[in-house]
C-alpha cells in the first residue's frame, strides 16, 4: 500500500501495522459470513481490502500527478529563467543599437545642421527609419561632391594647359606649381616648392608695388596687375597676374592662388611701338619745325613780290600790262595764303603757337571783318548779314587776332560754297567758363551746297576738303578748317558743324574769354523813344529779324514788310503814326526819291 495511506492506517489504528490490515479484513469477512448472514453486510466486508487497495492506487496516482505537476512547474521556471536572460540580452543589444544609432543619427543630423534627436526617442524603428533617410542624403551629398570634385579636377586640367597657376602659403611658401609655371621660370617643381616666391623677383618693381599687392590680397581683396619676372637663367619674362585669397572659416586668407598669363610678346611689341611713336614724334616735330622754318623763309620774298606787283599794277600803261600783273599779284597773294596755313600749321603741330591776351572791342571786330569779305560778299550777289546782340558786353580781352582768323576763314568757306542767298554770322553768351571766363558762341549760316554726313566725318582733317573736286574748282589746302578747330581748342572751346546737302550748312564754335566791360543797360534808353513806331522794309526775314531784335532791344515798336507796295497798303490803313522807315538797299525801287514821296502820302 501507499506511504500516506500506511501512514492514515497508522494514525487510526495505532496498535495495528499496515501489513496486518489486509489479514485482519479477511478475517472480519470470514467471521461476518459465519455469524450473520446479511449480504450487504458481507459484500462491504469483502469490498474493503479493494477499497484500501484503490485508495492506495489514488495516493500513488495523486502523487505521480502531483510529481509531474511540480515537475512541470519546475522546467517551466527554468524555460522563463532561460527566455528572461535571453530577453535581457537582446534588450542590452538592442540598447546599445540604439545608442550606436543616435550618436550616429546626430552626428549626420549635425553635419547637415539640423537639431540631434530628443532624450526620449528611442523606438528602433523610428531611428532606422531616420538613419535610412540620413544615409541616402548623405549618399546624394557624397554623389555631388563627388560630382563637384571631378568638375573641378576638370577645371583645374583646363586652367593648368592655358594659365601659368602657382599657389603659396601665408608667407610665400610655393606650395603648388603647375607645368606651365615650371616651363616659363625653368625651374623644376621640386626646386620651386617649399622656396620664396621672391625667387623670380626680377627687381623691376619698387617696393610700394608688392605693398600695395600684400595689402590687398591680405584684406581679402582679388589683385591685378602685370609683373615683370626672372627665370632661371636670368631672362625676364611679363605676366598678367590674378592673385586670389582663399578665406579659413575665420575669414582670414590663409593661401593665394596665383593665375598668370604671358604678355612677354604683347610688353615687347608695345615696347617696339613707343619706340616706334617715339622716332615718329621727333620726325613730326622735326617736320613741322622744317616747315615752320621753309614757310618763314619763303613768307619774306612773297611778301615783296605783291607789293611790288600791286605798285606795278597801279603804274601799267597799258590793259595787257595790267592783265599780266594783275594775274601775277593774285597768284601771288593765293601762294602767300597757302604759305600762312602751313606756317599757322606747322606752328601748332609743333607746339609753339603761343594766344595773346588783348583788349578788344567786339563792335570792331565784326566791322573789319565786314571791310574783309563784304566785298567778296557783293561780288557773288550775297547778302551779308551780322547778328550781335546789343545787351552783349562790348569789351572783352583775349587773341583777337586768332578769332578774327577763324571767323574769316569760314566766311569766306562760306562765301565760297554759296551761289546764292545769304550768309549769318552771329555771337551769343554761351554761360560761365572756367577761371571766370565767358564762353562766347559764334555761328556762321550759309544757304550754300551742304553737305553730306560722310563728307562732314573727314571735314576737319588736315589737308582734306569735303569734295574732292573742291580743290580744282574753289583752290585752298585743305588747312583752314583744321587750323580753326585747333586754335578754337587752344581758346577753351570746340567747333561742329551740322549741314544738309543742297540747303546750306552751320558752322558753330565757342570760345572762353574775359569780359571787360558790363552789358548795355537798357535803362538808359531816352523814355521819349518809347512810342516811336519803325517800319522795317526788307525781304529778308532773316535781316528782318535781326532788325526787329535790335529796335526790340532799344524798345522800339517795329513791323516788317517785305516791299515797297506792301509798306504802302500797310500804311494807308494804319491810324497809328510811324516816325522811321529802315530800308532794305538791295530792294528794287524805280526812283528812290519818289518812292519815299510815295511812303510819306500813303501815310498823310
Known amino acids: 500500500?501507499?506511504?500516506?495511506?500506511?501512514?492514515?492506517?497508522?494514525?487510526?489504528?495505532?496498535?495495528?501495522?499496515?501489513?496486518?490490515?489486509?489479514?485482519?479484513?479477511?478475517?472480519?469477512?470470514?467471521?461476518?459470513?459465519?455469524?450473520?448472514?446479511?449480504?450487504?453486510?458481507?459484500?462491504?466486508?469483502?469490498?474493503?481490502?479493494?477499497?484500501?487497495?484503490?485508495?492506495?492506487?489514488?495516493?500513488?496516482?495523486?502523487?505521480?500527478?502531483?510529481?509531474?505537476?511540480?515537475?512541470?512547474?519546475?522546467?517551466?521556471?527554468?524555460?522563463?529563467?532561460?527566455?528572461?536572460?535571453?530577453?535581457?540580452?537582446?534588450?542590452?543589444?538592442?540598447?546599445?543599437?540604439?545608442?550606436?544609432?543616435?550618436?550616429?543619427?546626430?552626428?549626420?543630423?549635425?553635419?547637415?545642421?539640423?537639431?540631434?534627436?530628443?532624450?526620449?526617442?528611442?523606438?528602433?524603428?523610428?531611428?532606422?527609419?531616420?538613419?535610412?533617410?540620413?544615409?541616402?542624403?548623405?549618399?546624394?551629398?557624397?554623389?555631388?561632391?563627388?560630382?563637384?570634385?571631378?568638375?573641378?579636377?576638370?577645371?583645374?586640367?583646363?586652367?593648368?594647359?592655358?594659365?601659368?597657376?602657382?599657389?603659396?602659403?601665408?608667407?610665400?611658401?610655393?606650395?603648388?606649381?603647375?607645368?606651365?609655371?615650371?616651363?616659363?621660370?625653368?625651374?623644376?617643381?621640386?626646386?620651386?616648392?617649399?622656396?620664396?616666391?621672391?625667387?623670380?623677383?626680377?627687381?623691376?618693381?619698387?617696393?610700394?608695388?608688392?605693398?600695395?599687392?600684400?595689402?590687398?590680397?591680405?584684406?581679402?581683396?582679388?589683385?591685378?596687375?602685370?609683373?615683370?619676372?626672372?627665370?632661371?637663367?636670368?631672362?625676364?619674362?611679363?605676366?598678367?597676374?590674378?592673385?586670389?585669397?582663399?578665406?579659413?572659416?575665420?575669414?582670414?586668407?590663409?593661401?593665394?592662388?596665383?593665375?598668370?598669363?604671358?604678355?612677354?610678346?604683347?610688353?615687347?611689341?608695345?615696347?617696339?611701338?613707343?619706340?616706334?611713336?617715339?622716332?615718329?614724334?621727333?620726325?613730326?616735330?622735326?617736320?613741322?619745325?622744317?616747315?615752320?622754318?621753309?614757310?618763314?623763309?619763303?613768307?619774306?620774298?612773297?611778301?615783296?613780290?605783291?607789293?611790288?606787283?600791286?605798285?606795278?599794277?597801279?603804274?601799267?600803261?597799258?590793259a595787257r600790262q595790267k592783265e599780266y600783273l594783275s594775274k601775277i599779284h593774285q597768284a601771288a597773294q593765293s601762294l602767300l595764303r597757302i604759305i600762312n596755313d602751313i606756317l599757322d600749321f606747322s606752328k601748332i603741330e609743333a607746339g609753339k603757337l603761343e594766344l595773346e591776351e588783348v583788349d578788344f572791342n567786339l563792335d570792331?571786330?565784326?566791322?573789319?571783318?565786314?571791310?574783309?569779305?563784304?566785298?567778296?560778299?557783293?561780288?557773288?550777289?550775297?547778302?551779308?548779314?551780322?547778328?550781335l546782340p546789343a545787351d552783349l558786353p562790348q569789351q572783352w580781352r583775349g587773341d583777337s587776332l586768332r578769332l578774327n582768323q577763324v571767323l574769316l576763314n569760314l566766311t569766306g568757306n562760306a562765301i565760297k560754297f554759296t551761289d546764292g542767298g545769304e550768309i549769318v554770322v552771329a555771337v551769343a553768351l554761351g554761360g560761365e567758363a572756367d577761371h571766370g571766363r565767358q564762353r562766347l558762341v559764334f555761328t556762321v549760316t550759309d544757304s550754300g551746297v551742304g553737305m553730306s554726313q560722310q563728307q562732314m566725318d573727314r571735314l576737319f582733317r588736315p589737308f582734306t576738303q569735303a569734295d574732292s573736286t573742291t580743290t580744282r574748282r574753289f583752290g585752298g589746302t585743305g588747312l583752314g578748317l583744321a587750323i580753326s578747330r585747333q586754335l578754337v581748342t587752344l581758346m577753351g572751346g570746340d567747333m561742329a558743324v551740322e549741314s544738309i546737302p543742297g540747303q546750306g550748312s552751320v558752322f558753330r564754335f565757342s570760345v572762353a574769354m574775359s569780359a571787360i566791360s558790363q552789358p548795355l543797360s537798357l535803362t538808359s534808353c531816352p523814355v521819349n523813344l518809347k512810342p516811336v513806331r519803325v517800319l522795317v522794309m526788307t525781304s529778308s526775314p532773316t535781316q528782318g529779324q535781326i532788325l526787329g531784335n535790335l529796335l526790340q532791344t532799344f524798345r522800339f515798336d517795329w513791323q516788317q514788310v517785305s516791299s515797297l507796295e506792301a509798306a504802302i497798303a500797310m500804311l494807308s490803313q494804319s491810324s497809328d503814326p510811324w516816325r522811321a522807315c529802315i530800308w532794305d538797299a538791295i530792294l528794287p525801287y524805280t526812283d528812290l526819291v519818289q518812292d519815299i514821296a510815295r511812303l510819306r502820302q500813303s501815310h498823310t
Open 1 to 318: 500500500m501507499h506511504r500516506l495511506l500506511n501512514r492514515q492506517i497508522r494514525r487510526l489504528f495505532r496498535s495495528i501495522e499496515p501489513e496486518q490490515l489486509t489479514g485482519l479484513l479477511q478475517q472480519l469477512h470470514d467471521l461476518v459470513v459465519q455469524q450473520s448472514d446479511n449480504a450487504e453486510l458481507i459484500a462491504v466486508t469483502a469490498g474493503l481490502p479493494k477499497l484500501l487497495e484503490r485508495v492506495s492506487m489514488t495516493y500513488e496516482t495523486h502523487e505521480r500527478e502531483e510529481e509531474l505537476h511540480t515537475r512541470s512547474l519546475q522546467l517551466s521556471s527554468e524555460e522563463l529563467h532561460s527566455a528572461n536572460v535571453r530577453l535581457q540580452r537582446d534588450a542590452a543589444v538592442k540598447g546599445g543599437v540604439i545608442a550606436t544609432l543616435r550618436q550616429t543619427a546626430n552626428e549626420l543630423l549635425s553635419a547637415s545642421g539640423r537639431d540631434p534627436l530628443p532624450e526620449e526617442e528611442d523606438n528602433l524603428a523610428d531611428v532606422a527609419e531616420l538613419m535610412s533617410r540620413l544615409v541616402h542624403e548623405h549618399d546624394q551629398i557624397h554623389q555631388k561632391l563627388q560630382s563637384a570634385l571631378n568638375s573641378l579636377k576638370l577645371q583645374q586640367f583646363a586652367l593648368d594647359q592655358h594659365a601659368i597657376v602657382n599657389i603659396t602659403d601665408v608667407n610665400g611658401l610655393i606650395i603648388y606649381a603647375n607645368e606651365n609655371f615650371c616651363r616659363i621660370s625653368q625651374y623644376t617643381e621640386q626646386e620651386l616648392l617649399g622656396q620664396n616666391n621672391r625667387l623670380i623677383n626680377s627687381g623691376f618693381h619698387d617696393q610700394a608695388f608688392f605693398q600695395h599687392m600684400w595689402q590687398t590680397i591680405n584684406s581679402g581683396q582679388v589683385w591685378h596687375g602685370e609683373i615683370r619676372n626672372r627665370a632661371k637663367d636670368g631672362s625676364h619674362y611679363w605676366v598678367f597676374a590674378t592673385i586670389v585669397p582663399f578665406p579659413d572659416t575665420f575669414g582670414k586668407p590663409f593661401q593665394y592662388v596665383a593665375i598668370r598669363t604671358d604678355i612677354t610678346r604683347q610688353k615687347e611689341m608695345e615696347e617696339a611701338l613707343r619706340q616706334t611713336l617715339v622716332l615718329a614724334e621727333a620726325a613730326n616735330r622735326a617736320k613741322s619745325d622744317f616747315l615752320a622754318n621753309m614757310s618763314h623763309e619763303i613768307r619774306t620774298p612773297m611778301n615783296a613780290i605783291i607789293g611790288m606787283s600791286c605798285l606795278a599794277l597801279n603804274r601799267a600803261e597799258n
Open 364 to 387: 570792331e571786330l565784326f566791322q573789319n571783318l565786314a571791310n574783309m569779305i563784304s566785298l567778296q560778299a557783293h561780288e557773288k550777289g550775297l547778302e551779308l548779314l551780322f547778328d
